[in-house]
């Protein structure tokens, strides 16, 4: 994937991540403050929950975004931050937003199983 592509996939997405984002906190402000008994009390909490979880989720990924557009500009895009080596081209058509290559990325997810335990 050419950096140019990657920049245009990454601003749309966040973009719309930006929108959701904001329909997410907006459900709760137009949610009417009282609850006629304590199921629906709950069932609100419930939805609160996931809504902010999803609100969490985007915003995390709005990071990942804007740490990739900067090494679009920086002209480091495509370049494994750990060992300096070209990603693959098919793992950047997957995840535009990989910072490592997929030796790297696999090392990295077995030391985190070994030491989660
Ligand atoms: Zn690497």
Not at 11 to 37: C, H, M, V, W
Not at 75 to 82: P, R, V, Y
């Amino acid at each position: 994937m050419q950096p140019n592509e990657a920049r245009e996939i990454a601003l749309r997405e966040y973009k719309n991540n930006e929108q959701t984002i904001r329909e997410l906190r907006n459900e709760f402000t137009n949610t009417p403050g009282f609850a006629s008994d304590e199921g629906e009390v709950s069932t609100f909490e419930q939805m609160r929950a996931v809504n902010t979880a999803r609100i969490n989720n985007l915003t995390a990924r709005q990071f990942d975004i804007k740490a990739t557009l900067k090494r679009i500009a920086e002209d480091e895009f495509g370049w494994c931050e750990k060992c300096g080596a070209e990603i693959e081209a098919e793992r950047l058509e997957t995840v535009f937003t990989a910072e490592n290559c997929s030796t790297c990325s696999d090392l990295q997810y077995h030391k985190d199983r070994h030491f989660a335990q």
